[in-house]
């Protein structure tokens, strides 16, 4: 089956750094996506990773390694409103979405 | 660009009714468009996936006479949530992706969801 797995909760200090990580085993692999969602709101786009390294924008990078089925979002200088959950998607084989659980980045003072 | 409008944003309803929810791409055309239900504090359960023109293509345990899907134009999708019950009380999120190639034709915008509250 395909499985992807996110730490369900994380708790950071602002200002601070934070790394969350996602594993994947998909049927196939076509593209790594990051999503941000606030409580009550739709998931917003963060990043794509499809070749192995790191993409920075800004404050958020993400990391992938193909080889070894992981991705991580890497967060820096926290600030209050990045509280929201954070969703890795795995683009399949047959170019479907696979989601993974999220996980709900608690930042505080 | 690339903005996908949800309509109602929330809807209470009876118990036995049926609901109606529209998704409009503003600013592009959708081909595709994807319907999720979120539960709290659970992530995106893809419940179907609307091409215009076309039926629906339903996802294992989902009940296609319950919620009906129609695509009937390039930028809107429309899900009917019919004889709707309790626990359809969900909040619900449309999603469309650009045609073409690259990141772009894959990268899904999300609409910014309906809340349905059924009593």
Known sequence: GQNIDQPTEMTATEGAIVQINCTYQTSGFNGLFWYQQHAGEAPTFLSYNVLDGLEEKGRFSSFLSRSKGYSYLLLKELQMKDSASYLCAVLDSNYQLIWGAGTKLIIKP | ????????????????????????????????????????????????????????????????????????????????VTSAHPEDSSFYICSANIPGTGRGSYEQYFGPGTRLTVT
């Not at chain 2, 595709?32 to 979120?38: A, E, G, H, I, K």
């Open chain 2, 1 to 80: 660009g690339a903005v996908v409008s949800q309509h109602p944003s929330w809807v209470i309803c009876k118990s036995g009714t049926s609901v109606k929810i529209e998704c409009r791409s503003l600013d592009f055309q959708a081909t595709t468009m994807f319907w999720y239900r979120q539960f709290p504090k659970q992530s995106l359960m893809l419940m179907a996936t609307s091409n215009e023109g076309s039926k629906a293509t339903y996802e294992q345990g989902v009940e296609k006479d319950k919620f009906l899907i129609n695509h009937a134009s390039l930028t809107l999708s429309t899900l009917t």
